[in-house]
């Protein structure tokens, strides 16, 4: 299947970095003239028109797709029927069937997968002491993920797709190992970002940020409106640590981009 090497572009949702990095790595390798679009971008729809092949991006989340990624697929399903899709998905520790999440919506709206490749990532729960590591285990365990990178891109060059997260016995792991039970976690939009109201300066960077377009600052103050897709970029960015979504206080905030050269 070497034609996607000549035919495709890249859309991915990355909150804190780690998608990007390991999808454009990829791209890279495959054909580095190939366009990639992160999912908030107007630009990404135009390229799923004009694309047959197609590399989908996206962090793992209680062992499910984002809500944002799902309704990509869902919302505009007549765009994917015939496409070609690779999904490439990125997680903190483990997902089972990750990469299977989005491929069973996409079957649903006519499009086939490819592949699937899962790539263990440092974790970007940044208001959870869970899956913490230090510097030097998250800059070992992102050259391990470029490793695996670069081992499915020559097999892609040789014609056989990595199918990581496809298969039934991926499918069980993913649903008893997690998504069941957390379910409810990424059923929709979350509304359970919270602003911590005597930190918050009003700077308007969370704004400025969000994929979902979720905060605006009103009166001095960021205020989310309900739809947010659990990313972490406005809580690992914020200069003043004001914003919590699963824990209560941020422990550390993560970006990829402290721990590469
Ligand atoms: C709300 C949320 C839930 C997560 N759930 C899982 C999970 O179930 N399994 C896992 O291995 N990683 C999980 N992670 C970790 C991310 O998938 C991982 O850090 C990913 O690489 C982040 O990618 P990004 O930097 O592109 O956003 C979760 C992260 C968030 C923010
Ligand atoms: S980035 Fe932080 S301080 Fe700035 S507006 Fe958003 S919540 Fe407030
Ligand atoms: S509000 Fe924050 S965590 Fe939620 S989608 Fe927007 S940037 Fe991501």
Redesign the pocket.
Known sequence: MKEMEQNFCAIY????????FCVEKFVNLLDETAPVFAIEDGAALSALEKYEYVVLGY?????NAPKMVRDLIANHAPLWKGKKVFCLV??????GDGAGCAARLLKKCGASVLGGLHL??????CDSKLLKKSTGEKIELIRLAEEKIECAVLQIGSGKYPQNGLGFFSHLVGLFG?RLW?YG?TRSYSDRLKIDKSRCVGCGVCESLCPMKNLTVENQIAVPHGKCT????CISHCPHRAIT??GKEVVEQ?K?KDYIS
């Open positions: 949702l990355s909150g804190t970095g780690n998608t990007k962090p793992v989340q209680y062992s990125t997680m903190g520790a483990f997902s263990k990532m440092p974790d970007s729960v997690q957390f976690k659990m990313c972490y970029r979504l699963v993560y990829l």
